[in-house]
């Protein structure tokens, strides 16, 4: 005799932190990679994140959206801290949040936000010095230089 499939929406509220209605609601099962809570949907035998199914247990049909979090939580449930949207908005609240990763930390730069002030300060210098020495393109240390790129190292 197989196990008993165990409803999800119950499942789903037993390993949720329900507070007030405006706080987070903290995911208490597992999680995935990037943090959010997972939840095996025994029914249709595969995992959904935690603030997909809440999303679309209380906002109806996702019909293609992604799940997005006004609170920035990835382990919140809570439905009024959800929302439907494309991948596009999703970018876009990212950013209005400036939350997207820049300079150093985005994981591909070659620059430290250090060589990036040496750079500035050389002006006087060629491009092909700073180019070999930081191992750059030319086109590189001009946006640097005329704060076309690394913007956010000149509010420092």
């Known amino acids: 005799m197989g196990r008993k499939k165990i409803d999800p929406v119950e499942k789903f509220w037993s390993r949720v932190d329900k507070r007030g209605p405006d706080e987070c609601w903290p995911w208490l099962g597992a999680l995935d990679k990037d943090g959010y809570g997972q939840i095996w949907n025994g029914f249709t035998g595969k995992a959904l994140r935690a ?65 990036v002030e040496s750079i500035r300060k050389r002006k006087h210098e060629s491009y092909k010095t700073l180019c070999a020495e930081f191992n750059l393109a ?18 420092r």
């Not at 799940?67 to 609240?93: E, I, K, R, W, Y």
């Not at 001009?142 to 956010?152: A, P, V």
């Open 51 to 115: 603030h997909t199914f809440s999303a679309e247990l209380h906002l109806g049909e996702r019909n293609g959206r992604l799940v997005c979090h006004s609170c920035d939580n990835p382990q919140c449930s809570n439905p009024a801290h959800l929302f439907f949207g494309t991948q596009q908005d999703n970018m876009a609240d990212k950013v209005a949040k400036k939350r997207q990763a820049k300079g150093e930390s985005q994981g591909h730069s070659k620059l430290t936000e250090s060589d």
């Open 138 to 155: 030319p086109s590189t240390v001009y946006r640097i230089w005329h704060g076309q790129s690394w913007n956010h190292a000149l509010a």
